[in-house]
């Protein structure tokens, strides 16, 4: 049977890799957090240098709430955000 999940996808600002580091352990710490919660299951950046971020979480009504808690979030750093179901069939 298909596993459902829900996708958070950020975008970050373009000088994400200068302008994170007051935010870093913070952030790391929220996404820990949730990770021993059982809240999150997989977590991290997109690209090389990072433009962006997936977050797999178990219920979409999560992504807000997680928006809404992470620092990066709260401090610019995230240009834009979406949430949207994913089902994991192999």
């Known amino acids: 049977m298909p596993e459902r ?3 958070l996808h950020y975008g970050y600002v ?3 890799l200068e302008r994170r580091g007051p ?10 957090s949730w990770k021993d919660e059982g809240r999150i299951v997989l977590a991290g950046a997109v690209g090389d240098p990072p433009h962006g971020a997936l977050i797999v979480l178990r219920d979409a009504a999560d992504g807000p709430a997680f928006v809404d808690a992470d620092p990066y979030a709260r401090n610019g750093l995230v240009t834009n955000w979406r949430v949207e179901p994913w089902t994991v069939v192999v």
């Open 5 to 7: 999940y829900t996708l």
């Open 14 to 16: 373009p000088d994400m």
């Open 23 to 32: 935010h870093r352990d913070a952030h790391l710490e929220l996404i820990r």
